[in-house]
Structures are given as structure tokens and as C-alpha cells.
Nanobody, 116 residues
Framework: QVRLVELGGGLVQAGGSLRLSCAASGLTWRNYAMGWFRQAPGKERDMVAA????????YYANSVKDRFAISRDNIRNRLSLQMNNLEPPDTAAYYCNVQFRGSPYWGRGTQVTVSS
């Protein structure tokens, strides 16, 4: 059974930083691309960043480019998202995601709140 657990959310002032992490079990971690999504109240869940299985290529939404950095540790089965220069519009629940055997898997999410 695939299980994803996100950690690291919290309340931060605008301009601050947070680091999210995601621990995965139930799959051979290193074989799959992974991603971070976020969902604000009343809005759709959108991709924030994604990283190739090897870690050598990443995608970022335009809104977070040059502020966020996604990385992975294929030995410890950890996915991370370093978020710098946070802005109030970054406030959302953040979710770790993997597509495994044709189905999306999600963690329960971690809340990030950025105050102005």
C-alpha cells in the first residue's frame, strides 16, 4: 500500500522560508517522478513543482520559479520542497503526489500560511 506523509508546514511571515518534506512507503521510490501540489480554499489543486525519478530534472509553476526548490533523496525515500521568499498567495495546503501504476496517490497534506 502506497503511503505518503507530508511534514513541515506552518505559519510564517511574508519573506520567510519553510521546508516541506514527504516520506513515502509502499513503492520503489526511485522509479517514479514525484510532485508537490497545493490547494487554497475554494480553488483547484495545482501543481507547484515536480521532479524526475533521477532528480536531474525539475518543473516549477511560474508563480514559484526562483523561490521554491524541489529535491529528492532516493536512499531515504524523501521528497523535499524548499520555499523561500514566501508570499501570502502561497497560503494553501500542500500535498505530495506520485503516479503509481496509473493511479495518483496523495498524502493528507500540510498547511502553509503566510501572513502579510
Amino acid at each position: 500500500q502506497v503511503r505518503l506523509v507530508e511534514l513541515g508546514g506552518g505559519l510564517v511571515q511574508a519573506g520567510g522560508s519553510l521546508r516541506l518534506s514527504c516520506a513515502a512507503s509502499g513503492l520503489t521510490w526511485r522509479n517514479y517522478a514525484m510532485g508537490w501540489f497545493r490547494q487554497a480554499p475554494g480553488k483547484e489543486r495545482d501543481m507547484v513543482a515536480a521532479i524526475r525519478w533521477s532528480g536531474d530534472s525539475a518543473y516549477y509553476a511560474n508563480s514559484v520559479k526562483d523561490r521554491f526548490a524541489i529535491s529528492r533523496d532516493n536512499i531515504r525515500n524523501r521528497l523535499s520542497l524548499q520555499m523561500n521568499n514566501l508570499e501570502p498567495p502561497d497560503t494553501a495546503a500542500y500535498y505530495c503526489n506520485v503516479q503509481f501504476r496509473g493511479s495518483p496517490y496523495w498524502g493528507r497534506g500540510t498547511q502553509v500560511t503566510v501572513s502579510s
